[in-house]
């Protein structure tokens, strides 16, 4: 049996350990697909009543259907955007406040 401590330890910068998790997720995922585990997947019901409004019809005569994808992208990368900027924001906030301390801090404070 591996020490996976001292494996784990071996690896240098954060993206190693990412990577490392991530491939082993996808190994774990390929062997239940191997082993034939398969999980539930059920598909929305899509009403046909819908069509027959008068709002889906002109938006299908406008060609403002074709606008769908490109809105929930845009809103993708919107959403995504505001997350960093907060996240950027709080960690300039956070770390500069409460420094860590001790021999393995990660971002250890100037000596006192």
Known sequence: MPDFAKLYSSLN?????????????AFLLGVLFFLGVRFPLQLPVIDDSVMDLPIYKLAKDTNVLVLVPVAVALAVLVYGLVLRTLGGGLSTVFF?????????????????
Do not use: C, E, N
Not at 17 to 24: G, H, Q, W
Not at 97 to 111: S, V
């Open 13 to 25: 910068t954060t993206w190693d350990k990412v990577r490392v998790d991530i491939l082993s997720h």
């Open 96 to 112: 500069p406040t409460f420094l860590p301390t001790g021999p393995r801090a990660f971002l250890q404070g100037p000596p006192l």
